[in-house]
């Protein structure tokens, strides 16, 4: 179901449990600023999801109360897990969904990290 960004942190969301240790993920990279795993659920033949370590619930969240460092840092380590896993030449899509027009499902920031094979032209649906 897609959720209201605009709703407060609900810190019982599957992402807060993640960065609690309460629930597995595939690590990829960690930081003091970020987390990525591998998204359960591919779309993609790489499909990362990276999130904030702060409690933000979406990008519009997260763009208008983090601060400076937590938004260079999340920022930088997107483009650090893309460079690391060799994603740069071949290329790769980042997507944020944000709100209920967006089908965001998770109310937890989340970049999805998208690559491994031709990607077409960006759809909105
Ligand atoms: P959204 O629609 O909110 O942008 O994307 C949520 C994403 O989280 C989906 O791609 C879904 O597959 C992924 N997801 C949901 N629950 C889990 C989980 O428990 N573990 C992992 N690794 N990914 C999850």
New binding site residues.
Partial sequence: MAVDATQPYDDQN?FAK?LRGE?P?KTVYQDEFALA?????PQAPTHV?VIPKGAYVSWDDFSAKANDAEIAGFVRAVGLVARQMGLVEPGYRLLA?TGINS????PHL?V?LFAGQPLGPMLVR
């Fill in positions: 599957i993640i629930i993920n795993f591998h998204d359960i659920n999801l969904n089908h965001q499902e998770v989340h999805h």
